[in-house]
């Protein structure tokens, strides 16, 4: 039986080990040591900030959904051997149904998830250069 609950501490080293393998392979047009230099404060500050809420099949987490200020879309990270089999809708459907008006950020050249989105009903807000890394994101939100 499969299941979305919420994030417990024991879950916290797979959910990173989930977080990392597929942040780098969704961002192979950035350099992995921006993840690498990344993890220790998605781990100690990001996940603690944030509502997060696992996918969980037999004893396994397969993939994680995190939200910020119950508005904004963290993270949405699914096992590399699980992708493409609903479990990212299941987590959307979910987050989406818990609060409204969820909004994101995601890299413009991360095609694969800009079009996962639009499909799931967002829409681009608007065109921004993020920051910390350089790259053009949009900002999407749930309509």
């Known amino acids: 039986a499969s299941m979305i609950r919420d994030l417990k501490q024991k879950d916290i080293d797979k959910v990173m080990e989930i977080w990392l393998e597929s942040t780098i392979k ?3 047009f950035m350099p992995e040591k921006y993840w690498q230099d990344n993890y220790n404060a998605v781990k100690d500050i990001y996940i603690p900030q944030s509502k997060t809420y696992v996918y969980e099949e037999g004893e396994e987490i397969k993939g994680f959904i995190s939200i910020l200020n ?6 949405l990270f699914i096992s590399l051997n699980e992708q493409g089999k609903g479990i990212g809708s299941k987590l959307i459907e979910y987050a989406n149904a818990k609060f409204d008006n969820l909004k994101l950020a995601v890299y413009k050249q991360n095609k694969k998830s800009v079009h996962f989105y ?7 807000l608007s065109e921004e250069i993020n920051e910390d890394s350089g790259f053009e994101e949009y900002i999407m939100v749930y309509k």
């Not at 119950?70 to 993270?75: E, L, M, Q, R, V």
């Not at 639009?118 to 681009?124: A, L, W």
């Open 118 to 124: 639009i499909k799931k009903g967002f829409e681009i």
């Open 70 to 75: 119950d508005d904004f879309i963290g993270a």
């Open 26 to 28: 969704a961002h192979d």
